[in-house]
């Protein structure tokens, strides 16, 4: 039975397009146990109608990106060689014939309308209000001819981001900017957030736009001209929240005339080349009290308006300390305004706001003891959101009381809720958590950082195994002794979102670990997390992520953690282009697994070793260190890592102008992948004698070179290959003057080209036409 049977992996309906209902066809192998591709080829010819051999690179070529079609009988065979049973199977085969059907007709759709609720307690800011529609959609004017840009300005807990929600849901139930509502907070003003970068704001908004995630543009620029080109002639809404200033957001903002963009800010945003500018102050007195009353009732408002008044002068008319109040008055029914008038006067709140310790005193003295704690602790999750879980793991408590806990602080106003079962406070509450958790006892703080870190490490592992994580297994310290409950997971699906949800929370925890010490989480962390960031080229995340965990196994004198650190750091460096560190890293390991006696782990350091110094341009070290791994790889009997070691020093020898060596590693490569079964690398190697043969002049070798390899690219059904090697083995016929076999080649490789719908078909088309 297949491991993925019973259960029915990652979900085929999340494909937005083509290319990424591939990527989830290699996620679903993944997560069925990574069966090679012989074994799969084997499964999969059976069940085919009617039943037919298929060669393994047929099946490889079904996992390949940026195809242009897949065969749905191919796909729908493969899928249940893969275990899963026919309600599974049916998805499968509905979404490939969905993103087909998108390839027709010019893409797919995205997550297009992301606008936060509006809170049911928003009141005033009619004149605003008024103002922002006017300039969004001015009555009788004709269309703007550049793109409309409105920044809201003001000091914290104002109400910018509720008046840009407020607008914005308005304009879009007057039928304008219906195609896409796009949202983003920035964090520029949060001081446990760092401000967002531009370009994973973007690669966030193109991701929700429908472009893959393979496809996405590496450089700022580039992800900002494909936004552009991407929103041209839409109507579209994008809130930018927070800014942070102008550079921050220049990038983000769309080009089209028929797009309106809202920017919130702490900061004066004059600077921003044709934005309409509102400044937003604090509430009038009406408007606090409507405030005021919308939370407590009109009738408790209107029979005590003097102390009503009171109370909003004391929240300096701030609309979130106004809301604070009334939350705490909403809940104490027996308490009268004038009680609380004189409880916040007590406090000595300054006016517009500056000064809330008063208000927010008022509503946590209020708590329930248990109530309070929690509170209290919540100052030291490093994150801007959390879950009840997470919370039930910061804490120790059991689940149910959290969340009694979190709701009954949701209804104080001390917490708020975008979306269902994630919380987070506005950054002046979240300031005044952290300062009533820098009360707590060092031991208090340490055991709350330990439960909750040891909660998300032991969380991340389980993700891994619902994902297939085919790394060598991490193994978790125990588990504190009040216990915590780890997220478990039934399907890919779950544990992939939760690592979406939880990834920011996942480093910014791994940081709260090595401050208190906790090292083996440290590490460990970053191992759990490997395969997830490779997966979604979370770079960043993934560097940093591997030098917090090598600082921690140096300073737990872990010698195989310190390993494993360094071949993870290397990787991620490697991909991030950071090759001289790579290498270093990779010398690093080697040493280690060296003195570890571990030759696998070195011949595999020595491989990361030798590709990096490829990028490096240094040639003729990279073909030393396959060498080594070669003959490592041999000492160790790991067939498999010798005949790769081989491969990658025929690059390095024919970058070099080595060619008799090449030549030499090639044949020494092909005979010990050959008796492994490697066709398809067989295949590959006679391509590349083909071109050391072609380059040498040694013409009757490359055509024989060629010609081996297109009857093997055939045998096994790599349409690609063979149309490489009969495109190149017309080259050589020309070169040697025989235009009849030239053609002949040429014509063969056309028709292949032509059925990949490859562009080189047009390449082989002007060499035939040249008479």
């Known amino acids: 039975m297949s491991a993925a049977s019973g259960a029915s992996g990652p979900d085929p309906g999340r494909a937005a397009d083509l290319t990424e209902f591939i990527d989830l066809l290699g996620e679903l192998r993944t997560w069925a146990g990574q069966p090679s591709y012989r074994i799969l080829a084997r499964r999969v010819g059976p069940l085919l109608r009617p039943p037919q051999p298929v060669s393994a690179s047929t099946v490889i070529d079904a996992f390949k990106p940026n195809r242009r079609r897949l065969n749905l009988d191919l796909v729908v065979a493969i899928v249940r060689a893969l275990g899963l049973d026919e309600a599974a199977v049916n998805r499968w085969r509905q979404s490939c014939l969905r993103v087909h059907a998108a390839v027709k007709t010019g893409g797919p759709s995205g997550v297009l309308h992301q606008l936060p609720a509006v809170l049911p307690t928003f009141s005033g800011r009619e004149a605003q209000l008024a103002r922002l529609r006017q300039i969004a959609a001015p009555a009788g004017s004709p269309r703007p001819r550049t793109v409309v840009i409105s920044a809201i300005e003001g000091m914290a807990g104002v109400g910018k981001t509720q008046l840009a929600v407020r607008v914005a849901h308005e304009l879009v139930r007057s039928g304008r900017f219906t195609d896409v509502q796009l949202f983003a907070n920035l964090h520029g003003f949060d001081p446990e957030w760092p401000p967002a970068d531009p370009a994973e704001v973007l690669g ?141 006067e007590r406090g000595a709140v300054a006016t517009r706001g500056r000064e809330l310790r008063g208000v927010f005193d008022v509503s946590y003295r209020a708590l329930p003891e248990a109530a309070r704690d929690v509170y209290r602790l919540l100052g030291l999750h490093p994150g801007a959101d959390f879950s009840a879980d997470a919370v039930a793991a910061l804490t120790g408590l059991p689940g149910s009381q959290t969340k009694a806990i979190l709701e009954l602080l949701l209804d104080e106003h001390l917490l708020t809720q975008r979306v269902a079962d994630r919380y987070e406070m506005h950054d002046l509450l979240r300031a005044y958590a952290r300062e009533l958790a820098a009360n707590l006892s060092p031991a208090v703080s340490q055991a709350a950082i330990h439960r909750l870190t040891a909660w998300q490490l032991h969380s991340a592992v389980n993700a891994g195994q619902a994902m297939g994580n085919k790394d060598r297994p991490v193994i978790p310290p125990d588990p504190p002794k009040t216990g915590i409950r780890p997220q478990t997971f039934a399907t890919y699906d779950q544990a992939s979102s939760w690592l979406d949800a939880e990834r920011a929370n996942l480093r910014l925890g791994q940081q709260a670990a090595a401050a208190e010490g906790l090292d083996e989480i440290v590490y460990k962390t970053a191992f759990a997390l490997r395969s997830y960031y490779l997966l979604r080229r979370h770079l960043e995340d993934w560097n940093a992520c591997y030098d917090l965990a090598l600082d921690a196994a140096r300073r737990a004198d872990d010698a195989e953690a310190q390993a494993r650190a360094l071949n993870g750091g290397c990787s991620a460096r490697r991909h991030s282009g950071r090759l001289e560190e790579a290498a270093d890293y990779a010398r690093q390991a080697r040493a280690i697994y060296h003195r570890l006696g571990d030759g696998v782990g070195e011949s595999i350091a020595l491989n990361n070793l030798g590709i990096a110094l490829d990028g490096l341009g240094r040639f003729r070290e990279s073909a030393d260190v ?99 090697a009969l495109h190149a083995l017309g080259d050589v016929f020309a070169d040697a003057g025989s235009r009849r076999e030239a053609e002949a080649a040429w014509s063969e490789a056309r028709k292949l080209y032509e059925s990949l719908d490859d562009p080189r078909a047009a390449v082989v088309e002007t060499l035939l036409n040249r008479g």
């Open 626 to 724: 396959y060498g080594q791994a070669v003959a490592l790889s041999r000492d160790v009997g790991d067939a498999t890592n010798e005949g790769i070691a081989l491969m990658n020093a025929v690059e390095a020898h024919l970058r070099l102008g080595n060619r008799e060596r090449g030549i030499e590693a090639a044949l020494r490569a092909q005979t010990i992948l050959r008796a492994a079964g490697h066709r398809q690398a067989e295949a590959q190697l006679q391509e590349t004698l083909g071109q050391l043969y072609h380059t040498d002049g040694r013409l009757a070798e490359a055509q024989a070179a060629y010609r081996h390899s297109a009857a093997l690219a055939a045998e096994i059904g790599d349409a690609h290959l063979e149309a490489c």
């Open 204 to 344: 966030a908004f193109l991701r929700q736009l429908g472009v893959a995630a393979n496809q996405l543009p590496d450089t700022l620029p580039e992800r900002a001209a494909m936004f552009r080109d991407r929103l041209d002639g839409m109507a579209a809404l994008i809130i930018l929240d927070n800014a942070a200033d102008t550079r921050q957001i220049r990038d983000l903002i769309p080009a089209s005339p028929s797009c309106l963009t809202l920017v919130t800010s702490r900061r004066s945003l004059a600077d921003l080349d044709g934005a309409a500018l509102h400044q937003l102050d604090v509430f009038e007195l009406s408007e606090a009290l409507s405030l005021l009353s919308r939370i407590v009732g009109e009738e408790r408002v209107g029979a005590e308006p003097a102390a009503a008044e009171r109370i909003v002068h004391a929240c300096g008319l701030l609309p979130l300390a106004v809301s604070v109040a009334g939350a705490k008055l909403r809940s104490r029914p027996a308490w009268s305004l004038a009680d609380l008038a004189r409880t916040l």
